[in-house]
């Protein structure tokens, strides 16, 4: 199963994160077929305009934390960042094309 999907509609892409299952948990797969996709969307001339979001009830739960080796000490956390999400982050920064998120999840009020 593709972790990333993509459709393209009226020179919109919408880019979907799709692991409902762990509430989209972005993996290391998933950051590398993301990064693949966001490159693509950005040097597409039909692509006018990129929406991120995510499948089932959930946009993203953050780092899937299963794929951590905490052997040995654990991990250098600052390291994992710079390696696979800064280049995605900086990447969405400087494209030219507007990305807008479209965040899904549990609704919930705050409680006084």
Do not use: Y
Request: net charge neutral.
């Amino acid at each position: 199963m593709r972790q990333v999907l993509t459709e393209t509609q009226n020179s919109v892409q919408t880019i979907t994160l799709n692991q409902p299952a762990k509430f989209n948990a972005l993996s290391n797969a998933m950051l590398k077929e993301l990064n693949d996709a966001m490159r693509a969307a950005e040097r597409d001339a039909a692509v006018r305009a990129i929406v991120l979001t995510g499948s089932g009830k959930g946009f993203c739960s953050g780092a899937d934390i299963s794929e951590f080796d905490l052997s040995n000490g654990g991990m250098d956390a600052g390291e994992h960042l710079r390696q696979h999400f800064s280049p995605l982050i900086l990447r969405m920064r400087a494209m030219e094309k507007p990305v807008l998120a479209a965040v899904n999840g549990v609704s919930g009020r705050c409680v006084p």
